[in-house]
């Protein structure tokens, strides 16, 4: 009999233990907003990267805790990527613009400090060139279509605080083609903050 409360005891004592860690992940699951700088640039064949193209993205993200030092998080972003090719006559600009949905695991190291992988799929919005050059040296006719769809894989680290206040820096490593001819994919730099709520 004795051996039968005890059990019961320690079956209760898990249950409220379990129960009272679900309820301290669960607290601290949040969304929020972040924005940020882009640095974009593409690689062509898997060997030769063109210049870089400043941008910016916005959106937003929700976390969702699975232990006290993992978590899941999903955004939803506009993005503006692209790349820059400069000559000395001018300079050809590629405006690629994306709303991305990355899913990225976060793990911390310690409370404030977190590394994040994931994968991620975007869908081109709009897309625009132009030529910067005194002597015509580009086709102003020529535009390029890029394909709807891209994918990846992103990685980063950063820093959060108590106040739900993060600093990011992520590298999105594209595995789509963005056109059909040259294997091109995108390669991004990215610079966030973000504010929970």
Same mark, same amino acid.
């Given at each position: 009999?004795?051996?039968?409360? =005890?059990?019961? #005891?320690? &079956?209760?004592?898990?249950? &409220?233990?379990? @129960?009272?860690?679900?309820?301290?992940?669960?607290?601290?699951? @949040?969304?929020?907003?972040? #924005?940020?700088?882009?640095?974009? #640039?593409?690689?062509?064949?898997?060997?030769?990267?063109?210049?870089?193209?400043?941008?910016?993205?916005?959106?937003?993200?929700?976390?969702?805790?699975?232990?006290?030092?993992?978590?899941?998080?999903?955004?939803?972003?506009?993005?503006?990527?692209?790349?820059? =090719?400069?000559?000395?006559?001018?300079?050809?600009?590629?405006?690629?613009?994306?709303? @991305?949905?990355?899913?990225?695991?976060?793990?911390?190291?310690?409370?404030?400090?977190?590394?994040?992988?994931?994968?991620?799929?975007?869908?081109? =919005?709009?897309?625009?060139?132009?030529?910067?050059?005194?002597?015509?040296?580009?086709?102003?006719?020529?535009?390029?279509?890029?394909?709807?769809?891209?994918?990846?894989? @992103?990685?980063?680290?950063?820093?959060?605080?108590?106040?739900?206040?993060?600093?990011?820096?992520?590298?999105?490593?594209?595995?789509?083609?963005?056109?059909?001819?040259?294997?091109?994919?995108?390669?991004?730099?990215?610079?966030?903050?973000?504010?929970?709520?």
């Amino acid at each position: 009999m004795k051996k039968q409360y =005890i059990l019961m #005891a320690l &079956f209760f004592g898990a249950l &409220f233990s379990v @129960n009272g860690q679900e309820q301290t992940i669960k607290s601290k699951s @949040n969304g929020g907003i972040k #924005a940020g700088y882009n640095l974009a #640039a593409v690689q062509y064949d898997g060997d030769t990267e063109t210049g870089q193209r400043s941008g910016f993205h916005v959106g937003v993200y929700g976390e969702s805790y699975i232990t006290d030092f993992a978590s899941i998080q999903i955004e939803a972003l506009y993005s503006q990527q692209g790349y820059q =090719i400069e000559t000395d006559g001018g300079t050809f600009t590629q405006k690629l613009n994306y709303i @991305n949905l990355p899913l990225s695991l976060k793990l911390y190291p310690v409370r404030t400090f977190y590394l994040e992988a994931g994968p991620q799929i975007g869908y081109a =919005i709009s897309h625009k060139e132009t030529y910067d050059s005194n002597f015509n040296l580009f086709d102003t006719s020529q535009e390029f279509e890029p394909n709807n769809f891209d994918y990846g894989v @992103n990685f980063g680290v950063g820093f959060k605080t108590e106040s739900n206040v993060t600093l990011g820096v992520r590298y999105h490593l594209g595995l789509g083609d963005i056109y059909d001819d040259g294997s091109p994919k995108n390669r991004v730099w990215q610079f966030s903050v973000g504010f929970g709520f």
